[in-house]
């Protein structure tokens, strides 16, 4: 079977930036493939690539079969893009917006218009259609920035960052959008930096780092990679870390402090049980603490795991990202 | 068509999206932008009352100490002028336009949908247009209102006015390079104020024989003289000889040569400058 997506070798370099260091990638048809990356890491640029709206340097991409750098205008007939900057006319109604992008995707006007309904109706916009996208609120428009994709039908949705800045409820909403296109059969490649929305939608996460594929797999592959759970305590004191340091190293193995935080952490094989084992352990101790919680790694100690790096600059990486 | 087309995304295997023509494409890129600013009112009203400032500025602050040639009075000399250079004040919002829509991820989205990627230049170009035949028409008014009266024939009057739209056209092409190199809209506004010396350094709003040398050179040898030439002595007809050096046939010429000059090289630099990625 024909990948939906193949990329070989992809370099791209802005100036001194080296944003594609010879990507590798395969999707197969059927999955949807979220590339999972801190800021800068290239998710960007290789969705543009994909889109055809860059050139790169040097490698091979094939969308659905068709050689992306020698067909574009190929390429073109079978995607749909949404943008992370969500790239909506706000002085038309949602309606119009469909109908504009219907029409140059090929259809008739009625076959527009047709088509319009039916995307109101899967984004759940319906009520809204006839109101101009500058009186929409965040969710909506991504919505219907989503909808303007897949007014076409495209055999491969590109998803840049689609929840990036949304309010969690909108964001619960735009996911269960994906899930519908999912369960009707629309392959998708999204990027995203949150390890929890890789989880939820994808079937294959990809996590890419300075331009380069540093590991993929399922999300089940991955949360082993990844780790155990992580205890992590937040001190009363930030005098006292290293003594809950020294407790939680008899918990599990490397414990970390963050002085700034006043947090100490440290993965776990068995979360529940070694939680209260680490909580008799400090009480014991008479370690006074504010907090004491039982977390999944963040997407900060995927890449501590992965790389032996911290994902971003130092700074970041001492504040657990909010997964 | 119809085959190509499937009522859901979903399916085993989505159709090929055929793609729109450059017509179509660029009927519903410029639908986008006439949406745009008929629901925009500060956009139509700025561009008007900054026309019509001017006017009242040249006609009746400057206009006494400007000496125009023989018994024309300035009034008559000015406003077809003014008509023909209101298409460079049309344009100055077409370059923040265009960088916005390449700032705001716009461009983008059309660039990755299944259309000739002119189009989406020529659909601004000809969304444009409808903004300087606004400007124009409006410009005429006001130009009536303080007291122009046209000498020439009516005919010539109109076709001074179409030769106003065609100029119009090819100046909207170096404001959408403007936009194009810009990057941010800010930075095309700022760009774009290099049009305005073409505008006061013209024979727009006083004879540039009044000129010091070297400015007057820059003046006579610039595309908006011979295009205002042209307009005025259509506009004027035998009450403007005496004015020019040269006949109307002369300005419509060099005018319309200039057009077709600038169309072709900043039309093709938009279209290289646009191309690139």
């Known amino acids: 079977m024909t990948p939906i997506l193949e990329a070989r070798g992809l370099t791209k370099r802005y100036g001194k930036t080296q944003a594609l260091a010879g990507l590798d990638l395969v999707a197969s048809p059927g999955r949807v493939v979220a590339l999972l990356g801190p800021n800068g890491a290239g998710k960007t640029t290789f969705v543009r690539a994909v ?59 009625k076959q527009a218009k047709a088509a319009a309904v039916r995307v109101l109706d899967l984004m759940q916009l319906t009520g809204a259609g006839d109101r101009l996208v500058r009186t929409y609120s965040g969710g909506m428009r991504r919505r219907i920035d989503l909808g303007i994709s897949l007014v076409g ?25 994906i899930r519908n296109l999912v369960a009707a059969g629309t392959d998708i490649l999204l990027t995203t930096q949150y390890l929890d929305e890789a989880d939820r939608l994808a079937s294959d996460i990809v996590i890419i780092d300075h331009g380069t594929v540093i590991a993929s797999g399922t999300p089940a592959e991955l949360k082993t990679l990844a780790g155990d759970d992580m205890i992590e305590v937040h001190a009363r004191d930030a005098d006292q870390l290293p003594a809950v340091a020294k407790v939680l190293g008899t918990i599990g193995h490397d414990p970390r402090i963050e002085v700034p ?63 | 068509m119809t085959d190509t087309y499937a009522i859901s995304p979903a399916g085993p295997r989505a159709a090929v999206n055929s793609g729109a023509g450059i017509w179509i494409s660029s009927i519903e890129i410029a639908g986008r932008m006439i949406r745009k600013f008929a629901r925009t009112p500060q956009l139509i009203f700025f561009t008007t009352t900054q026309s019509a400032l001017f006017l009242l500025m040249f006609r009746f602050a400057f206009g006494g100490a400007i000496k125009t040639h023989g018994s024309l009075s300035y009034v008559d000399f ?33 660039r990755s949908l299944p259309i000739p990627r002119v189009s989406v230049l020529t659909g601004r170009a000809l969304a444009d247009m409808v903004l300087v035949v606004w400007s124009l028409a409006t410009a005429t008014v006001f130009g009536f209102i303080v007291g122009f009266r046209l000498t020439g024939s009516v005919t010539d009057g109109l076709a001074a006015f179409g030769l106003c739209v065609v100029f119009g056209f090819a100046f909207e092409w170096c ?96 279209a290289w400058r646009f191309a690139r990625r």
């Open chain 1, 51 to 109: 889109a055809t709206l860059l050139r790169p340097d040097a490698g091979t991409l094939h969308v659905d079969g068709i050689d992306a750098l020698r067909n574009p205008a190929r390429v073109r007939q079978v995607i749909g893009l949404a943008g992370q900057f969500a790239a909506v006319e706000e002085a038309m109604t949602g309606r119009e917006n469909l109908v504009m992008v219907g029409r140059l995707f090929g259809l008739s006007r």
């Open chain 1, 153 to 177: 039908t495209p055999r491969l949705l590109l998803l840049d960052e689609p929840t990036t800045g949304l309010d969690p409820g909108s964001r619960i909403q735009l996911w269960d959008a």
């Open chain 1, 261 to 323: 935080t006043r947090r100490a952490y440290v993965p776990a094989d068995d979360g529940s049980t070694r939680l209260m084992e680490a909580m008799r352990a400090l009480d014991q101790q008479g370690i006074a603490i504010e907090d004491i919680s039982l977390r999944r790694p963040t997407l900060d100690e995927v890449f501590l795991t992965l790389t032996g790096k911290p994902a971003q600059t130092t700074d970041s990486a001492e504040q657990p990202a909010n997964v």
């Open chain 2, 78 to 110: 000015m406003v077809p002028g003014f008509i023909a250079s209101s298409i460079m004040w049309a344009g100055l919002g077409a370059a923040t336009g265009v960088a916005e829509d390449v700032d705001h991820g716009f461009v983008d989205r059309l």
């Open chain 2, 175 to 270: 404001f959408i390079l403007i936009g194009l190199l810009g990057g941010s809209a800010q930075a095309a506004q700022s760009m774009s104020l290099v049009m305005v010396p073409l505008i006061f350094l013209s024979s727009a709003y006083v004879p540039v024989q009044s000129m010091p040398q070297g400015v007057r050179q820059f003046g006579e040898n610039q595309p908006l003289t011979p295009m205002v030439d042209a307009v005025r002595s259509l506009a004027l007809g035998p009450q403007g000889h005496g004015l020019f050096a040269h006949s109307s046939g002369y300005y419509l010429g060099v005018s319309l040569a200039w057009t077709a000059g600038i169309c072709v090289v900043i039309g093709l630099l938009a």
